[in-house]
């Protein structure tokens, strides 16, 4: 069964940087699509980033040029590295991934970004 597991979520002040991980467990095949969204309190689940085969990555506008996805096709594991972060950015992220025609999410972590 394939487990989507995050980690490097955390408390930070705004400015600062974060980096997240995902990795995929329990599929021998790469993932077609890795991708972050992030759900804020009260608010719906909102796509921040997402990396293809081929490395094609799309970002939120919010985001574009503060955050940076990649991936490792070798570990079928994504990051989002996050810097100059702001207390919008506050929310539980979540990994979320394709692999083969089956979609799959990890189970969040939490981002808290002090003004």
């Known amino acids: 069964q394939v487990q989507l597991v995050e980690s490097g979520g955390g408390l930070v002040q705004a400015g600062g940087s974060l980096r997240l991980s995902c990795t995929a467990s329990?599929?021998?095949?790469?993932?077609?699509?890795m991708a972050w969204y992030r759900q804020a309190p009260g608010k719906e689940r909102e796509f921040v980033a997402h990396?293809?085969?081929?490395?094609?990555?799309r970002y939120a506008e919010s985001v574009l040029g503060r955050f940076t996805i990649s991936r490792d096709n070798a570990k079928n594991a994504v990051y989002l590295q996050m810097n100059s972060l702001k207390p919008d950015d506050t929310a539980v992220y979540y990994c979320y991934a394709v692999i083969w025609v089956t979609s799959y999410w990890g189970q969040g972590t939490q981002v808290t970004v002090s003004s």
């Open positions: 329990g599929s021998d095949r790469s993932a077609n699509v």
């Open positions: 990396i293809r085969s081929g490395e094609i990555t």
